[in-house]
Each structure stands twice: as structure tokens, then as C-alpha cells.
């Protein structure tokens, strides 16, 4: 009676090992799936990443050397830069005014860079209400002011809000990359004297135009 019982015991452990290596057998090649499946979705994940941080650098180059060209008075080498159909807008404060901002086209930027004698009705001065009538490159140069931006903060798509004037440049540019340029004062006026700079982007026939040119500073 021993063989029978020890032959019947010899089966149960041969159909336990069975079993028990059929489970780790189908255990490890799921764990080798899920590791593919995390893998390839991690690569997926840094290749967008990646190619949005160079769309940005890009965008962040491109307003650099626009920016550049208006800390230098050479005006004259945005015009390329200018949207080929909806021209370029200039707001003097953060709000932006559709209704009454000047926008000019490449032709008329161009043309009124060397009719610098024709001057424009900008906007109302923030405190005085003093209209701010000045030729186009008398704009550029005092109320932009390009080099005061100079080795300033830079940021793309991130909108820094210091005063209490009202920011409506995402209700206007909803779909419109930003670069934004950050002058953050001085000590002698306790940083009151902060300036920024933002320049706005659409994308068309698969590169980026200027569209807006919008400042912003401390309002009362």
C-alpha cells in the first residue's frame, strides 16, 4: 500500500509544481507587457515635451530679436515679422481697445516709419487723461521703449498681472502665443516703475507673425 500512496502523492506535487509554474509563467509575461505599454507612453510623453520646449525656444528667439531691433531703433527689421493680413496692433496699456488701437499693415508701418512727421492718436495717458499724439517712430522709441527690456525676464504664454489695470489680452488673443518681457523697477520707486513688454503671436501658412505689440505698467 506505500508505492500506491507515495505514486498518488508524486502526481499531486507534479500538478501543484504544474500549476504554480503556469501562474508564474503568465505572471511575468503580463509584467513584461505592462513595462512595454509604461514605456512607450513615457517616450510618447517626452517627445511632445520636447518638441513644445523647442516650439517655445523658437517663439522666445524670434521675440528676442524683435525686441532687439526696438531696444535698437532699427524699427524698419520687424516689418517682416508683421502679420501679412492682419497687420500688427499697438495698445498702450494691458487692456487691449479693438475699437480705437492703432493697427497698421506691413505697407503702412513700413510707410509711416519714413513719414515720420504724420503723427497718431495713440490713447489716453493713464492719471492725466492727456491724449498721446506722436509719430510712429516717436511711439517705438519713447512709449515701447525697447531697451528698457533689455536682459529682462523673458516667459512665453505666462502673463504676469502687477497692476490694477484690467487684462483682457486672452479674451482678444484666445488662440495667440505670448512672449512677455518683464522690467521689474527699480529700488529707488520700490519697484512701482515696473514695465512690461508683451508681444503677441498667431501662426500663418505655418509660421508666426507678430500681431500685437501691448504694454503694460503701473495704472492709477
Not at 33 to 57: G, L, P
Not at 108 to 132: P, V
Not at 209 to 216: G, H, P, S
Amino acid at each position: 500500500m506505500t508505492k500506491p500512496c507515495a505514486s498518488k502523492t508524486h502526481s499531486f506535487k507534479l500538478a501543484i509544481g504544474g500549476l504554480l509554474a503556469f501562474l508564474l509563467l503568465a505572471t511575468g509575461c503580463h509584467s513584461v507587457e505592462s513595462d512595454v505599454t509604461v514605456s512607450n507612453q513615457s517616450n510618447a510623453y517626452s517627445s511632445t515635451s520636447v518638441t513644445s520646449d523647442m516650439s517655445q525656444q523658437t517663439l522666445r528667439q524670434q521675440a528676442l530679436r524683435i525686441q532687439r531691433a526696438l531696444a535698437n531703433k532699427d524699427f524698419a527689421r520687424i516689418t517682416n515679422d508683421i502679420h501679412p493680413t492682419r497687420g500688427v496692433r499697438f495698445s498702450m496699456y494691458a487692456y487691449v481697445r479693438p475699437e480705437s488701437d492703432k493697427v497698421f499693415s506691413r505697407a503702412q508701418f513700413a510707410q509711416y516709419l519714413q513719414q515720420s512727421n504724420i503723427r497718431f492718436t495713440w490713447g489716453e495717458k493713464d492719471g492725466t487723461g492727456d491724449l498721446l499724439i506722436t509719430p510712429l517712430p516717436t511711439y517705438l522709441e519713447t512709449w515701447v521703449d525697447g531697451k528698457k527690456f533689455n536682459d529682462v525676464n523673458i516667459s512665453v504664454n505666462k502673463i504676469t498681472n502687477n497692476g490694477n489695470s484690467i487684462n483682457n489680452l486672452k479674451d482678444i488673443y484666445q488662440n495667440s502665443d505670448v512672449v512677455e518681457f518683464y522690467y521689474k523697477g527699480t529700488e529707488e520707486y520700490a519697484g512701482m516703475d515696473w514695465r512690461v513688454l508683451r508681444l503677441v503671436f498667431d501662426e500663418y501658412q505655418g509660421k508666426r507673425y507678430l500681431v500685437a505689440v501691448i504694454n503694460d505698467q503701473w495704472t492709477v
